[in-house]
């Protein structure tokens, strides 16, 4: 129904045959929708534009009032209003990608769909993404059926298109992805009993070679440092004090540089936010929010936006202290840890040495002390160089010895 048209009549009656007046009541739901011009007919005039996409069901309130009569008697009629769907909506590809949005309104455009095909592909079903490729009438409630077709792109027929579905095929295959590299389609869906209504969507093919090798790491685990300091921003190093560069190789470039390989990281428990890779494999770390000692460890996933494939790594990155130097090499850490360990090895062993000599004055003093303990008798014995067992000699024997 067009603004401005009367939607309906409401007609009260007074038995005292008094004259009625008939006003919205504006604190309606849905008052902003009507209006009364005047207010003794009872005709009821739309005042802004129904939307069946937005709000199915309208409620407002109609008082009939006196007007001559000093009691000024009123009543009331709440009156619901079902908005039907009219053919007034253009087709729309899906899914939508909502430009602007409020509680009543949301304005889309339509989505870029892409697929990547190789030079050794043809007679073959193109699989979109988003996909698939599909429209629907604007209008929910009537759902008019649509008919698809390519109003440019198609390289001479090198891609078809079903008009039913909005499936399109590949053909035939590309010669020279150097000189072809990519295609443009311009779909179009139209209403099928109204061919004026229609809308417009890009489908891209990107033309890739083909895919043997995965890519991959050459390292599992890869060594960062940072040494303690206030910048907002700093890049992680790696041995010899050079930028730690996390790159996947990919063997089907000659260079094994794939630049269609997107880095994400995927830190740890508590490193959130501390760190980012850039699409160089460059770590970066927000220095100021770290300290002295600390480890994180954080994982690096390799993605190929063409094949879908993936590789992963790790990266351990230390804290240093400020003014400590970033290590060589790894040998020059692992001597770094043997010399300390050698030295707590030395430590270890003067407490050693240390302990055991405190046992043996212990065991000396003991055993002087039993040594003075000892009955004085035998003391005087063992001072006379005599064993206390041995008895003196008698004078007769001592004779005797004598004259013999």
């Known amino acids: 129904m067009a603004v401005n048209s009367v939607v309906f009549t409401v007609k009260a009656k007074d038995a005292d045959g008094d004259t009625i007046t008939y006003l919205t009541d504006k604190s309606s739901p849905d008052a902003s929708y009507f209006r009364i011009d005047l207010p003794n007919s009872g005709m009821v005039i739309l005042d802004k534009p129904l939307d069946f996409e937005t709000k199915t069901q309208l409620l407002v309130v109609i008082y ?79 759902q008019t059926p649509l008919v698809y077709s390519i109003l440019s792109g198609d ?77 907002p921003a700093t890049l992680v190093s790696t041995y010899g004090n050079q930028v730690l560069v996390v790159q996947a190789i990919d063997r089907d470039f000659k260079d094994e ?38 480890r994180h460890i954080l994982e690096v996933i390799a993605t190929d936006e063409e094949s879908g494939e ?7 990155i230390e804290v240093l202290q400020r003014g400590q130097p970033v290590p060589r090499s790894p040998f020059e850490e692992e001597r770094l ?11 270890i062993a003067a407490l050693v040495l240390i302990v055991a000599m405190t046992a043996l004055f212990l065991l000396l003093w003991l055993a002087k002390i039993r040594r003075e303990r000892r009955d004085p008798a035998d003391r005087g014995s063992v001072a006379l160089g005599k064993h206390p067992n041995v008895e003196e000699s008698s004078p007769i024997s001592h004779r005797h010895i004598q004259w013999e």
């Open 257 to 294: 540089i794939n630049p269609k390989v997107h880095y994400t990281l995927h830190p740890m428990m508590g490193t959130n936010k501390l760190y980012h890779i850039t699409q160089d494999g460059i770590v970066i770390a927000k220095t100021d929010r770290l300290r002295a000692f600390d």
């Open 64 to 142: 009939a009032v006196e007007m001559n009569t000093k009691e000024k008697y009123s009543t009331t009629a709440k009156v619901t209003v079902n908005v039907l769907d009219g053919d007034d909506q253009y087709p729309q590809f899906l899914p939508c990608s909502p430009v602007y949005e409020d509680s009543d309104h949301a304005i889309c455009t339509n989505p870029v769909y892409t697929v990547n095909i190789t030079e050794t592909d043809e007679d073959t079903v193109l699989y979109f993404s988003p996909g698939p490729i599909h429209a629907e009438d604007g209008d929910k409630d009537i």
């Open 155 to 231: 390289d001479n027929g090198r891609f078809t298109l079903d008009h039913e579905t909005g499936e399109i095929t590949l053909l035939q295959r590309v010669e020279n992805r150097l000189l072809t590299p990519s295609f443009r389609l311009r779909i179009m869906a139209a209403q099928l009993n109204d061919p004026k209504k229609y809308s417009v969507a890009t489908a891209l093919v990107h033309v890739i070679s083909e895919n043997r090798f995965a890519p991959y790491f050459n390292k599992t685990v890869y060594k960062g440092f940072l040494i303690e300091n206030v910048s």
């Open 337 to 347: 840890f043997g010399d300390m360990n050698a030295g707590m090895a030395g430590v």
């Open 310 to 316: 993936t590789a992963r790594a790790s990266v351990d």
